[in-house]
């Protein structure tokens, strides 16, 4: 089965300041590349998603970058604001899967 | 609301009992899961269903059942076998199975009396 690591487990930023949130996999199948964010007492969200045939996708002030090679993909958040504040999860899966999710990353943006 | 709802909201269980969780959703949606957070654990799977009158375990699938006799519908079963039970519960649906994305209820939080 797939083993998902995320890093950090935790990470404060600086309102303004950018971050970056790293997640192995082990699958080399894996084709599809999801960040969830969820805020607390909120449900998960999806944020943002790539597929292996892209190396780079960006929305705004998030992007996801993909290592298919080293099998990592990371979150990247810049100009980081208080709202950013969240749980977020990856879930590489391989088709044909239910999404397997990350232990997730604490952001905490302080003003 | 997103068209998936959880309920109750609260829920709560006495020792040996099976309690049910509910999920419905209204967005026609054929695959629908159900994950279970525990704090610094992430979202685990438990059982998904791609579609109706089919379902498969997750990774923690033990003391836990589930049906899906209708599209809309897939019910969580806590049962007296699940020894800790304690935990957040959240179903999500998606429109088709493979590299879709999820969209979850607000989930239920069950607790042990």
């Known amino acids: 089965g797939e083993n998902v690591e995320q890093h950090p487990s935790t990470l404060s930023v600086q309102e303004g300041d950018s971050a970056v949130i790293k997640c192995t996999y082990s699958d080399s199948a894996s084709n599809y590349f999801p960040w969830y964010k969820q805020e607390l007492g909120k449900r998960p969200q999806l944020i943002i998603d790539?597929?292996?045939?892209?190396g780079e996708k960006k929305d705004q002030r998030i992007a996801v970058t993909l290592n298919k090679t080293a099998k990592h993909f990371s979150l990247h958040i810049t100009e980081t604001q208080p709202e950013d504040s969240a749980v977020y999860f990856c879930?590489?899966?391989?088709?044909?899967?239910?999404?397997?999710f990350g232990k997730g990353t604490t952001l905490s943006v302080s003003s | 609301d997103g068209g998936i709802t959880q309920s109750p909201k609260y829920l709560f269980r006495k020792e040996g009992q099976n309690v049910t969780l509910s999920c419905e959703q209204n967005l026609n949606h054929d695959a629908m899961y159900w994950y279970r957070q525990d704090p610094g654990q992430g979202l685990r799977l438990i059982y998904y269903s791609q579609i109706v009158n089919d379902f498969q375990k997750g990774d923690i699938a033990e003391g836990y059942s589930v049906s899906r006799e209708k599209k809309e519908s897939f019910p969580l079963t806590v049962t007296s076998a699940q020894k800790n039970p304690t935990a957040f519960y959240l179903c999500a649906s998606s429109t088709g199975f493979q590299d879709e994305k999820l969209f979850f209820g607000s989930g239920t939080q069950l607790s042990v009396l």
């Open positions: 790539i597929r292996s045939n892209v």
């Open positions: 879930a590489p899966n391989q088709a044909g899967t239910a999404l397997i």
